[in-house]
Nanobody, 125 residues
Framework: QLQLVESGGGLVQPGGSLRLSCAAS????????IGWFRQAPGKERERVSC????????DYADSVKGRFTISRDNAKNMVYLQMNSLKPEDTAVYYC??????????????????WGQGTQVTVSS
């Protein structure tokens, strides 16, 4: 019943932009840290970014710093990932996930238990 649904992926040229959205149902996102992850074929899953609970702190992987921005709209129960200056190496399936940490110490170390189905992002000429 707890569900996250990603949307906004697609095919873009290098240097282009996309905004990914994550919609939650069955729970309220303001009580959860949210992470954006990506996984390309043959590669390990990578945490791209995360946003904390009430403190709204954020973290970014070195590979996306300065290009991606995570944000949330608690009134809409939505989380977004704005992706600018996209590179071919950004090509992956992108997932959003929500934590259920018993002892919460920040979004970087949170335990992410609720996952969406993913949305494909392809950056190609």
């Amino acid at each position: 019943q707890l569900q996250l649904v990603e949307s906004g992926g697609g095919l873009v040229q290098p240097g282009g932009s996309l905004r990914l959205s994550c919609a939650a149902s069955g729970f309220t996102l303001d009580y959860n840290a949210i992470g954006w992850f990506r996984q390309a074929p043959g590669k390990e899953r990578e945490r791209v970014s995360c946003i904390g609970r009430s403190d709204e702190s954020t973290d970014y992987a070195d590979s996306v710093k300065g290009r991606f921005t995570i944000s949330r709209d608690n009134a809409k129960n939505m989380v977004y990932l704005q992706m600018n200056s996209l590179k071919p190496e950004d090509t992956a399936v992108y997932y959003c996930a929500a934590d259920r940490s018993l002892y919460y110490t920040g979004c970087v170390t949170a335990s992410y238990a609720y996952w969406g189905q993913g949305t494909q992002v392809t950056v190609s000429s």
